[in-house]
Nanobody, 125 residues
Framework: QVQLVETGGGLVQAGGSLRVSCAAS????????MGWFRQSPGKEREFVSA????????DYADSVKGRFTISRDNAKNTVYLQMNSLKPEDTAVYYC??????????????????WGQGTHVTVSS
């Protein structure tokens, strides 16, 4: 199984940028499709972005499309989420997750088997 650790969260002003990273260990990273999800207080966890095993396929929630970019470096066992033009509504705990079954990407949290502990992102207005 794979262990996931997110880093890079923090406080940023609206309009700013932040990159969060997720480092994987314990298994072959390229065997997993990877996803980013987020959860705000009082809200359900929601899909943000996902990338396929090779990095050739990426998907984004409509709310972040054009502002966020997902990427992965299989040599470094790391997936990234570059977040630009941040808005206060992007404030949340961001989680990365690994899907060992699919070669494409999925938006369903239930299909991801492994999760990190999350990193806090706060966007001030």
């Amino acid at each position: 199984q794979v262990q996931l650790v997110e880093t890079g969260g923090g406080l940023v002003q609206a309009g700013g940028s932040l990159r969060v990273s997720c480092a994987a260990s314990g298994s072959i990273f390229s065997d997993y499709a990877m996803g980013w999800f987020r959860q705000s207080p009082g809200k359900e966890r929601e899909f943000v972005s996902a990338v396929s095993r090779s990095g050739g396929i990426a998907d984004y929630a409509d709310s972040v499309k054009g502002r966020f970019t997902i990427s992965r470096d299989n040599a470094k066992n790391t997936v990234y989420l570059q977040m630009n033009s941040l808005k206060p509504e992007d404030t949340a705990v961001y989680y990365c997750a690994a899907d060992p079954l699919r070669f494409g990407v999925s938006r369903a949290a239930s299909l991801y088997e492994y999760w990190g502990q999350g990193t806090h992102v706060t966007v001030s207005s």
